[in-house]
């Protein structure tokens, strides 16, 4: 009777012809392959997911840091007297030879705290800040070689020597910066 259909609820024969013994069918071994198939290339997704991923913040990083491929002049007094109005400079001149924005102008270290900023050209479109720090947001286009000057109107709260930085951000997070120091004195009586 090798020509027989094998009922329901028999076991399926084996590639001898003779029926599996209850529960050794083809299904558990495949089972079992599966889930080992599956934890090797899983184990190999999670490898490879962990190494797209420190690829990306690798490759952030290296974009925050990579080159600004702009020109960064900061132009400010070495001195100057409190309350009496200076202005600060900053010069960025593009040359990656593609349009650009210049996101955000930052003003860190004890500077950032010592002056008053009265007014800005262009004017910003925001401003954030907090002990140490002052960021100026502009979002202003910069053309392919353009150059594009910020004025800030800067007035001193006290005497003494301060010192900090002044960091440039365009829209894709690189960003560079120029150390600044000014010492103020006291008001002049007049």
């Keep these: ?105 930052d003003f860190n270290g004890d500077i950032a705290d010592a002056v008053s900023i009265t007014a800005v050209s262009p004017a910003q479109s925001g401003l954030s800040s907090s002990p140490g720090w002052a960021e100026y947001n502009f979002y202003e286009p910069l053309d392919a070689y353009a150059t594009q000057t910020f004025v800030f109107t800067v007035s001193a709260n006290q005497p003494g020597t301060f010192t900090g930085s002044i960091d440039v951000y365009m829209e894709d997070f690189q960003s560079d910066s120029r150390p600044i120091t000014i010492s103020v004195s006291a008001e002049s009586e007049d």
């Design 1 to 105: 009777m090798p020509n027989e259909i094998p009922t329901v609820g028999s076991p399926a024969p084996n590639s001898s012809g003779e029926p599996h013994r209850s529960g050794s069918g083809p299904v558990v071994p495949m089972i079992i392959g599966a889930v080992i198939f599956a934890t090797g290339c899983g184990g190999g997704l999670v490898a490879g997911w962990f190494a797209g991923v420190a690829n990306q913040i690798t490759g952030s990083i290296s974009g925050a840091f990579g080159p600004f491929d702009a020109d960064l002049q900061v132009d400010a007094p070495n001195t100057a007297t409190v309350r009496e109005p200076f202005e600060i400079e900053v010069t960025i001149t593009d040359t990656s030879g593609s349009s650009r924005t210049i996101s955000t102008i």
